[in-house]
C-alpha cells in the first residue's frame, strides 16, 4: 500500500507492463503453434512428395522404359533375362515394383527383359525304344505329347513307329512331340472250342498241340460231371481268343 492508501499494482506504469508480458506470451504462443504445424505440414507435404505411381514398361524395350521412368524420378535396372514364348526379344516381361505401386523418388524398377523363344532341333525318335523316347525328349527340353498305339508287322513292339513333328523341324523350348509306338503283330484270334465233357488232359494237350498256352486246370466241387472231365472252361466257347490268353479249365473235385 502507498501512503494515501493506493495498491501500487493498480498504478498506470504497473498495468501497463503487464498487459504487455501478457500479449507478447500469447504472441510467442500462437507463433510457437504456427511454426509446429507449419513443420508438421512440411514434413508430411515433402514425404507426400516424394511418393509416385510406378508406371507400367512391360513390353517397351530398356531405352524407352527408362525414359518413363524418368519422368517419374525413377530409374531403371535389368535384373536378369529369360526365355519366353510371348514376349519379343529385347522387350520387358516383368518389373518390380509393378504397375500402379506408390514407391518413393530415385528408387529402382528391376525389370526382366526377355530373349524371346529359344529354337532347338527336334530329334529323330523313329526306331527309338519308347522309354529311350522320353528319356531324349527331356534332356532335349521337350514334353512328351500324345502317346498313341498301333500293331505294325514291321516294327517291333515298344518302338516309335512315327513322331510329330519330324525330325529337324525348327520347334521352340517347351513345345510337346506326339509319338506312334508300335504293338508288334497283330495277333490273329481264334473262336474258343467247346471243352465241356471233355477229360481236362486231354483238352490240355488239345489246346498246347494247337499253339495256345498250356491251360490251367482246377478242380471245385458243387459240379455234375465225370471224374477229370472239364465241368466248365473260361473263356467261354465262341469268344474270341489269341495263342496268348490264359484259358482255364474247370473239373469236377472227386
Do not use: C
Request: aromatic share 4%; hydrophobic share 40%; charged share 25%.
Amino acid at each position: 500500500m502507498t501512503s494515501n492508501g493506493t495498491s501500487w499494482w493498480s498504478r498506470p506504469v504497473v498495468r501497463a507492463v503487464l498487459n504487455g508480458v501478457l500479449r507478447f506470451g500469447t504472441l510467442l504462443a500462437v507463433l510457437g503453434l504456427l511454426f509446429a504445424g507449419s513443420a508438421i505440414y512440411s514434413m508430411r507435404h515433402a514425404l507426400v512428395g516424394r511418393e509416385v505411381t510406378v508406371p507400367d514398361v512391360i513390353d517397351l524395350d530398356p531405352a524407352e522404359a527408362a525414359l518413363v521412368l524418368a519422368e517419374r524420378r525413377l530409374t531403371l535396372e535389368v535384373s536378369r533375362e529369360r526365355y519366353d514364348l510371348r514376349v519379343e526379344a529385347g522387350k520387358i516381361l516383368a518389373q518390380d515394383p509393378p504397375a500402379g505401386a506408390e514407391t518413393k523418388r530415385d528408387r529402382k524398377v528391376k525389370v526382366i527383359t526377355s530373349l524371346g523363344s529359344k529354337v532347338i532341333t527336334i530329334p529323330d525318335l523313329r526306331g527309338s525304344a519308347v522309354r529311350k523316347a522320353q528319356i531324349t525328349l527331356r534332356q532335349q527340353g521337350l514334353r512328351l505329347g500324345n502317346l498313341s498305339y498301333i500293331h505294325s508287322p514291321e516294327v517291333r513292339e515298344s518302338q516309335v513307329i512315327s513322331q510329330e513333328p519330324l525330325p529337324e523341324a525348327d520347334r521352340v523350348r517347351d513345345d510337346r512331340v506326339n509319338l506312334l509306338v508300335s504293338q508288334g503283330p497283330n495277333e490273329e484270334s481264334f473262336v474258343m472250342p467247346d471243352l465241356v465233357g471233355m477229360d481236362a488232359e486231354r483238352a490240355r494237350q488239345l489246346l498246347k498241340r494247337s499253339g495256345f498256352r498250356a491251360a490251367n486246370v482246377v478242380a471245385e466241387p458243387g459240379y455234375e460231371s465225370s471224374d477229370g472231365a472239364v465241368a466248365r472252361q473260361h473263356p467261354l466257347a465262341g469268344y474270341p481268343v489269341t495263342k496268348r490268353d490264359v484259358i482255364t479249365l474247370f473239373t469236377h473235385e472227386s
